[in-house]
Each structure stands twice: as structure tokens, then as C-alpha cells.
């Protein structure tokens, strides 16, 4: 019986190994990189060539006292109106996150005037991409 449940246990890891795992992992981005979230920086920039998946998450990092990081329509984005957000990501640490948990385009600015200095950010957010595909197995 011993023989029998060592083999099984053995079959099991041997399907284990064998078997592809596909690793998806939410990726954070921290929003300026070492400039941080600021005036006078170009966010769309700082977009380019990145692509943001569903589950990802962007952190800001900013001045508690004079930033803040509101999600706003596409209209309010682009003349920099704060008066109506969507969402307020702001929690007072001036260290935020605001999770990727839909796939849409997303309108962000500061709402305390930095938008005009350029303190904005959109992106779009997209659906996982598919698993790579593993390898035909060769028969002999």
C-alpha cells in the first residue's frame, strides 16, 4: 500500500511540473517614476510605450498638502475642470493608489490647480492579453 501512495504522490508532482503555468500578475506603476506626481512634467510622455493591463494599478506620489489625483470625464480632462470627478483617489497621505479594475480610458488630474502645469494623465486600460501559447509536443 505504501508503494501504491508513493507512486500516485509521484504522478501528481510529475503532472505538476509538467503542467504550464500561466503567471499573470498585476503590475504597479509608479506614476512620474522619480519625478513622482508634479508640475511641469509631461505625463503623456511618461505613457508612451507602457500598456495597462486590468489589474494593474498606478501609485502616486505627491504633496499631500497641494495635490491631489481626481478621475474625471473626457470633457473635464482636457479643459481642466474639477468641479464634478468621477472619483476622488486622494487619501490624504499623498501617497495613492488607483487600481486598474476596468478596462476604459482613464481621465486623471490633479484638482487643486496642477492641471494646468500639467499634473493630468490618461490611460487606457485593456484586457489581459492571452497566455502564450506552450510549445506542440513532438510525437516520435
Known amino acids: 500500500m505504501a508503494r501504491f501512495t508513493v507512486f ?7 503532472f505538476l511540473v509538467a ?5 499573470v500578475t498585476a503590475k504597479k506603476y ?10 511641469n512634467i509631461n505625463y503623456d510622455t511618461w505613457v508612451q510605450g507602457k500598456h495597462f493591463y486590468l489589474g494593474d494599478w498606478l501609485y502616486f506620489v ?15 480632462y482636457e ?3 474639477a468641479d464634478h470627478p468621477i472619483r476622488n483617489y486622494t487619501r490624504g497621505a ?7 479594475n476596468v478596462t476604459k480610458q482613464y481621465y486623471l488630474l490633479d484638482g487643486r490647480g496642477g492641471c ?7 490611460v487606457k486600460v485593456e484586457p489581459l492579453p492571452p497566455p502564450p501559447k ?3 509536443v513532438k510525437e516520435h
Do not use: Q
Not at 116 to 122: F, I, N, P, R, V
Open 30 to 39: 509608479l506614476v512620474g517614476d522619480k519625478k513622482f506626481w508634479n508640475p
Open 116 to 122: 494646468s502645469a500639467g499634473m493630468k494623465l490618461t
Open 134 to 136: 506552450s510549445a506542440p
Open 62 to 76: 505627491y504633496y499631500r498638502n497641494l495635490h491631489n489625483i481626481l478621475e474625471v470625464n473626457k470633457t473635464d
Open 8 to 14: 500516485i504522490a509521484a504522478a501528481v508532482l510529475a
Open 19 to 23: 503542467a504550464p503555468v500561466t503567471e
Open 79 to 81: 479643459k481642466c475642470i
Open 94 to 100: 499623498g501617497r495613492d493608489i488607483v487600481p486598474l
